[in-house]
């Protein structure tokens, strides 16, 4: 039998660690929680070790059976005494003489109250709870893994062709719900082509964009996000765009970011350039009263400061766009090239402004395209705007969601998900147990 630990981060990034080095055949034998981590003890030909045969005590197994003769024996005397009997319990139990005329009144047992368990006691129980509560989620996460990589497993031998499909959705990048969903839609067709074909059709449909382009509705529009998404050069693009179909006159810019070096002088010197006046709005200082001024443009865009979520200036960044005197559309500027965490945290830093859509950026240097329609999909956030290079206005252009769709597609891994990717996948979809996987 060969026996070894395993350190990792989480429990899954553990599993993976001794299915490479043990194989599927792995039993894990222990668990537990280590400073950055956690250590998963596991063997290889485990044989469980069978329990020791009780010996028996024959002298505890005599007084326990006279106890059981002596109760029983108390059981039958207590039930041939009559009325009497009861009576007198009654009296005994009252500790006064009963009449007909005197209600019978038990004496009322006060349990004594119990002394406060000291903060020592209250603090060891924490921390076994946090155990307990540790153990349950490793076993959970181990479940999950061995529930997913089981499901798999039985979907490519039962049903070949969809497990393809699965396949082909994990290479554009579409998360795992995202996929479950559209399989779901394509069950009844059996020809692998046009199956694939109405997958993305299905998925075509299922993007959402606005009905009017943002800039030809108006209004106060700000651009929000995560530093290095794009969010001032999709700004400078959208204002050229706005300024060589309309002019200078009825757009203002508005910058919000005083934390990066270089970022006012930036939009002023863009605003020189296009003619545009530009207004800053220092930390602290009221957003309503900067854009009360402003409130005669038609278009006023804001350029906002990419900030950390555990940040107290995003908060009161995000307070001031969310304002009722505001009334601003926010459009959450999402970088293609960053990763599925780095979105979604994203979104849930951001939504408490209330979001009216996305705007994709950097189409042109991503190598998946996937993660970020998964994410716009799911919380149903309408893409304005696609941005595909530097050039100012040129590479800003509406989105077509066939072409959308057809640019993922062309963008996808070239190589197949290992076995363990779809195993993981397969994995977390075990969190949403409403739908059955396959």
Known sequence: MQVKRFFAADMRQAMKLVRD???ADAAIIGNRRIAGGVELTAALDYTPQALAPRVPNMELEDELRKTASRIVSAQAELGMRGDSDATTNRQLFAGLPLTAAEPLV?????????PAAPAQAQAIDQRVF???????NGL???LEVQLGSLAWTQLQGSKPQQANLWRR??????SGPLSRDLLALTTEIEEPRQAWRMLLAHLARMIVTPEIEPLEEGGVIAMVGPAGMGKTTTLAKLA?????KYGAQNIALVSMDSYRIGAQEQLKTLGRILNVSVTHVDPGQSLAN?????????VVLIDTAGL?????????QLESLAGRGIKSKNYLVLATTSQKQVLTAAYHSYKRCGLAGCILTKLDETASLGEVLSLAISHELPVAYLTDGPRIPDDLHLPRRHQLVSRAVSVQMQEEPSEEAMADMFADLYHTPAKRVG
Do not use: C, H, N, W
């Open 21 to 23: 080095e043990l194989g």
């Open 106 to 114: 038990e004496p009322t047992f006060v349990e004594p109250p119990r």
């Open 130 to 136: 946090d155990s307990m509560r540790f153990e349950l």
């Open 140 to 142: 959970r996460e181990l």
């Open 169 to 174: 959705l994990q290479r554009i990048g579409l």
């Open 240 to 244: 050229a765009r706005y300024v060589l």
């Open 290 to 298: 900067a854009l009360d001024p402003l409130l005669r443009k038609r």
């Open 308 to 316: 950390q979520a555990s940040d107290p200036a995003l908060r009161m």
